[in-house]
């Protein structure tokens, strides 16, 4: 059973950026992909960005292309969301998520509890 516990979520400023980082239990964690989800108010959960588990692959959803960086440090067991440029759009609880395999195709199965991001105009 895999643990992921995130933080780094806050209130920032419009244009302003926050580094989430999720911390991940067991010693399976570099065998996988892993996601950043979130969920708006009244909206469903969404994608944002995922890396494949050597982190030479990654995904971004089309709204954060360009702001958004994720990476993973197999060393610490964690997995980042560097977020710059930040809009009132992205405040949402943001979820980490590991995959069902080594590529995010696969689907996800373990999350997180979540982390609250809100920007403000």
């Known amino acids: 059973q895999v643990q992921l516990v995130e933080s780094g979520g806050g209130l920032v400023q419009a244009g302003g950026s926050l580094r989430l980082s999720c911390a991940a239990s067991?010693?399976?964690?570099?065998?996988?992909?892993m996601g950043w989800f979130r969920q708006a108010p009244g909206k469903e959960r969404e994608l944002v960005a995922a890396?494949?588990?050597?982190?030479?692959?990654?995904y971004y959803a089309d709204s954060v292309k360009g702001r958004f960086t994720i990476s993973r440090d197999g060393a610490k067991n964690t997995v980042y969301l560097q977020m710059n440029s930040l809009k009132p759009e992205d405040t949402a609880v943001y979820y980490c998520?590991?995959?069902?395999?080594?590529?995010?195709?696969?689907?996800?199965?373990?999350w997180g509890q979540g982390t609250q991001v809100t920007v403000s105009s």
């Open positions: 998520a590991r995959g069902e395999g080594s590529s995010w195709d696969k689907g996800f199965g373990s």
């Open positions: 890396i494949n588990w050597s982190g030479h692959t990654t």
């Open positions: 067991g010693r399976t964690f570099s065998s996988y992909a």
